[in-house]
């Protein structure tokens, strides 16, 4: 009886190992800042998060999105992975 359950955590262990498996689409998350707390989201539409830095600048990015694409990495789809290039691009 226990045996099929002691596969499962072992696979479950594996899957734990290998990000790349995982690829979020949507998904709203709590992001505790350094002066208030931010509600960030991934959706069809992209990113976007409620701190002022992101609802008033152009660059479409802020520090709590990109602390959210580091630690997500593999597990986001490639078009909405952290690029700094892109974001030091579209800063100038």
């Known amino acids: 009886m226990y045996s099929s359950m002691i596969g499962k955590i072992e696979k479950a262990h594996r899957y734990a190992r290998e990000p790349e498996r995982v690829k979020f689409q949507d998904f709203t998350a709590t992001f505790e800042g350094g002066h208030d707390s931010y509600t960030v989201s991934h959706t069809e539409r992209g990113w976007e ?3 002022h830095t992101f609802e ?4 479409g990015t802020c520090s ?3 602390a959210m ?5 593999e597990m986001l789809p490639d078009e909405t992975r952290y690029d700094t ?3 030091i691009a579209a800063a100038s």
Do not use: A, N, R
């Open 85 to 87: 290039e892109e974001v």
């Open 49 to 51: 998060c409620s701190c």
């Open 56 to 59: 008033t600048h152009v660059i």
């Open 64 to 66: 709590h999105i990109m």
């Open 69 to 73: 694409q580091q630690m997500l990495g």
